[in-house]
């Protein structure tokens, strides 16, 4: 069926940096344009729902019903109505106002076609849903984790918000000399293609420190792609030293 949004907590907790939400926010209005600021993820973004939706085949959902999925750190929504289209019950959460009314704007303006699966969007913390004791089919954290205070508390908070036999998406880049150069150096002063501080190389996680802090939260890897632009198209690859995206499975 088509979307509907609903209002929610604006709480900013733990996981969410005040610094993080105030960058984002500021490009909430442009988020939708494909030629601006969020171009990477525009072009980025079917591989990603598309590589979680094919990771999640093996998800049964309740009888009558579609798999749930949460999409914390939605932004403006890219990729929660990619999930909603693929047929996903979904979520979006997001600590920025600003992006969740650009969501919601955007929504409105073009609505999902009569196929999708219902979509809502919720302004507040992963920390607000766990106090309600909130659990989802499906987690997913879409260039998300490199931006929160403390890795490891937030995919605590992941796994504690994704139902026993559920499945966790993280996708985020790894700290070595190559994403220094070309996702920090390049994407954002040399090439333009991002804005100034949109990242910050220190908080980029290896694919090794991300099992074992899933390991530490009850979260066991499933897979693991590398993300690589190879023209015309992102393409998933061998390679994770620079963009990649892995699936955890709880339980």
Partial sequence: M????????TSHRSSVSDSEIAHFSALAKDWWNPRGPMAPL??????RTDWVASRTISLKPSEGKRLSLLDIGCGAGLASEAFAKLGF??????????????????QATYPLPPSAAHLTYRNGSAEDLVEEGAEFDVVSALEVIEHVNDPQDFLHMLATLTRPGGMVAVSTMSRTPRSFAMAKLGAEYLLRMLPVGTHDWKKFIKPEELAAMARNAGLRMTDIAGMSYLPPRWRTTRDTGVNYIAMFTKG
């Fill in 2 to 9: 088509a979307s509907e949004t609903v209002s929610g907590s």
């Fill in 89 to 106: 019950e979904t979520l979006g959460l997001d600590a920025s106002p600003d992006g969740i009314e650009a969501a919601r704007a955007h």
């Fill in 42 to 47: 525009h072009a980025m973004n079917p591989l």
